[in-house]
């Protein structure tokens, strides 16, 4: 027997009997095969037991940032390994303590793992402390983890009263499976392992949730338990801040302390309720935009949420987009009406509706737009990911020569807004298509040809700096995406401009020239500030519920001393606020004023006002801000005049 193992460098070691991973490692140098926890073979995935008898291409995957310099992209498949060993010790001391439990599926990623888990009386997160207990024990012990291959029916008998892993069994199309075993425990599933508990280092549990079996509502909710695990002690405790973080700007639980919205699986999964709080800031941010988006030029219509399904065959929609639109709807009369899952094809009508001239061009419809989308439940999350959204959308019908000019005014409207937003941290992508990916992409190499170059030369002309990008345009024309960072640092699209050369053809449309003729307009696409449903998810976490005044559901609290002494006084201060417009409450509870000045602080409302003897007879307030221990007394009219200009700025410093 001989055969060559290459190396990631390209440099190959030649051996005459099979070895294993970790001999290999220890071959290229001893260090080596002590930091080893697995390797890719083949670009697979294997332990450090598993034996080489052939040709191969191996990478060694370590814990020691030194040694990954002979893999330096593998680093995180290494932390890979060391998660699943986590999970796979979790698992075996919560079948330890609860001898019923049955497990479900088990990952391990760059988020950290988590375990799928059922029993009568689900595991609550206030047992996590003691499981942890368990695995610190385990962990300590350095007890041997046994990879082996089992006969299939050996573990269907081991599984035959967990329905979930028989259920993990059958897809599996083999007489073999590679296990691992922990003392009596046994599971499967796993790439690779550590070879002993020992090898776990920094650990821990996270929380608890529930989730269907498979993803599908159809199935029985399980348990998930959620943990994190990493081979240096910083690392976990930068990851533990980390997470820290996205807790506290989380917008699910920032919406249910405010009392924003709520979403309930029972009555709909991915379909949110706007409370009255939610609901104020979501119509603020509404109006906002109408009036902006009018006074810019755009007419807003209303078009109903049902189409007849041909209008999506016209479109490419059902084509392209069939598995995320919900099922139609036959109503027995050969008609099938569809939830819209975009607002193009309505608003293509709306401009079939007349014959159109180059003197109505450009012809800009805009309207909030009600869309269904059929996203999987397993995706599904707070505001972000709904199954019903409302999208700021607009659609401008154009003459070829007046492209560039209406792109640029577009993006003029985008920035103007994001400036009243305060949102400062975005860049500009270019998304093009991938010509080799024909299924995506409308077949038109000419079309996309000419609107791509369209598109970069409007960039261009206007001296932005953008990055380009394959792949990610819309399968009917290139599009300008413009990237925020969220809260948390993750690269979102927020609003878009796509030209478009299809759609206007296959519906058909035309305009009549100065030449009398008919011509084909093009379309832009463009959407301003995305769904209200994500755009609001996002502002809640960059302000962290604190919202500007002039968004903020309730901008200001007021608090009277005495409710019998000065209540008719609170009264009449919230109808003076009132009537200019500005949304006041009284608190009228029957609590200490304390009290009630720390929950004005904890429901973040902007302005606090305190009601005494003193402000009474001086017809003022006592004014403290939020986020500060300032307290200012001052006349009612000059507080009146502090707050108008707060909201007319938009809350912006340099009011």
Known sequence: MSFSVTLPDGSKKDFDKAVSVKEVASSIATSLGKAAVGAKVNGVVKPLDYEIDNDVEVAILTDNDVEVAILTDKDEEGLDILRATAAFALEAVAKNKYPELRLGQHVADEGGFYVDTDKDDQIKVTELPELEKAMEKLIKSGQAIEHVVMDKSELEDIFKDDPYKTDLLKKIDADKVDAYKLGDFVDFGFDALLPNTGKIKHFKLLSVAGAYWLGKSSNPMLQRIFGTAFFKEAALKEDLKRRAEIKERDHRTIGRDLDLFFVDPKVGAGLPYWMPKGATIRRVVERYIIDREVADGYQHVYTPVLMNLDAYKTSGHWAHYRDDMFPPMDMGDGEMLELR???????????????????????????????????????????????????????????????????????????????????????????????????????????????QKMLKGAMDDLGLDYVEAEGEAAFYGPKLDIQTKTALGNDETMSTIQLDFMLPERFGLTYVGQDGEEHRPVMIHRGIVGTMERFIAYLTEIYKGAFPTWLAPVQVEIIPVNLDAHGEYAEKVRQELAKRGFRAEVDTRNEKMGYKIRESQTQKVPYTLVLGDDEMKANGVNVRPYGTDEENSMSLDDFIKEIDADVKSYSRDEK
């Open 341 to 451: 899952p975009m607002n193009c094809p309505s608003h293509i009508q709306i401009y079939k509706h007349h014959i159109r001239s180059y003197r109505d061009l450009p012809l800009r419809v805009a309207e909030l737009g009600m869309m269904h989308r059929y996203e999987k439940s397993g995706a599904l999350s707070g505001l972000q990911r709904v199954r019903e959204m409302t999208l700021n959308d607009g659609h401008t019908f154009v003459a070829l020569d007046q492209v560039q000019t209406e792109f640029a005014k577009i993006l003029k409207l985008i920035m103007d807004v994001y400036k009243d937003f305060d949102i400062t941290d975005y860049y500009f992508r270019l998304s093009y298509r991938d010509p080799k990916n024909t299924d995506k992409y409308f077949a038109n190499d000419e079309m996309w040809e000419r609107s």
